[in-house]
């Protein structure tokens, strides 16, 4: 796979996660003019292209660089997700309001659901990257099964990220060098 596609993929996933889904919530028309299907269509190429990418990475690249692939898109969606707690925030509130509780309920859902697909969809390089760190020997399987289940739940996949990373790079210093051939 080549690098350009390597690359282009989380991009392609941000700015549809922005572009499509952000902007289609939150203003009365979408700034591209296009509808939903469209912008979930391109959220699922994006995945599968990202979960594409890792299955060629993970034959030649190190935990510790999938962890950092999957901190940088995490912080690349974290702007999204602050965004929508107050957008959420409000339709749950409507669920107080008895004429609006169908409405709010089927809002607050698509919103759930999308967002969490989203959250799954991130959250694949730093699954790959706990997979791969456990066959490198650098995470115990606790630890493993730890980061996974982590970045399978909303908020604490930030977490998980930060801290694989913080992990895996510590575990790269402290091994030691091969000795070099003279």
Request: glycine share 8%; proline share 4%.
């Given at each position: 796979?080549?690098?350009?596609?390597?690359?282009?993929?989380?991009?392609?996933?941000?700015?549809?996660?922005?572009?499509?889904?952000?902007?289609?919530?939150?203003?009365?028309?979408?700034?591209?003019?296009?509808?939903?299907?469209?912008?979930?269509?391109?959220?699922?190429?994006?995945?599968?292209?990202?979960?594409?990418?890792?299955?060629?990475?993970?034959?030649?690249?190190?935990?510790?660089?999938?962890?950092?692939?999957?901190?940088?898109?995490?912080?690349?969606?974290?702007?999204?997700?602050?965004?929508?707690?107050?957008?959420?925030?409000?339709?749950?509130?409507?669920?107080?309001?008895?004429?609006?509780?169908?409405?709010?309920?089927?809002?607050?859902?698509?919103?759930?659901?999308?967002?969490?697909?989203?959250?799954?969809?991130?959250?694949?390089?730093?699954?790959?990257?706990?997979?791969?760190?456990?066959?490198?020997?650098?995470?115990?399987?606790?630890s493993k099964r730890r980061h996974?289940?982590?970045?399978?739940?909303?908020?604490?996949?930030?977490?998980?990220?930060?801290?694989?990373?913080?992990?895996?790079?510590r575990a790269k210093k402290h091994?030691?060098?091969?000795?070099?051939?003279?």
């Amino acid at each position: 796979m080549s690098t350009i596609a390597r690359v282009t993929a989380p991009i392609l996933l941000i700015l549809a996660a922005y572009i499509g889904g952000g902007a289609e919530l939150m203003l009365k028309h979408s700034i591209a003019g296009t509808g939903d299907a469209v912008w979930i269509s391109a959220i699922l190429i994006a995945g599968l292209a990202i979960l594409a990418s890792i299955l060629w990475l993970q034959r030649d690249t190190s935990a510790r660089s999938l962890a950092l692939w999957g901190l940088l898109l995490k912080l690349g969606l974290l702007p999204l997700y602050i965004g929508f707690l107050p957008f959420g925030a409000f339709l749950a509130a409507g669920l107080m309001a008895p004429p609006y509780l169908v409405l709010a309920i089927g809002y607050l859902f698509t919103l759930i659901c999308g967002m969490y697909a989203l959250l799954l969809t991130s959250s694949q390089y730093g699954i790959a990257a706990a997979h791969h760190a456990n066959t490198e020997g650098l995470l115990s399987t606790s630890s493993k099964r730890r980061h996974i289940t982590m970045h399978c739940l909303p908020l604490t996949d930030l977490i998980s990220s930060i801290w694989l990373c913080i992990l895996l790079y510590r575990a790269k210093k402290h091994t030691p060098a091969p000795a070099s051939e003279s």
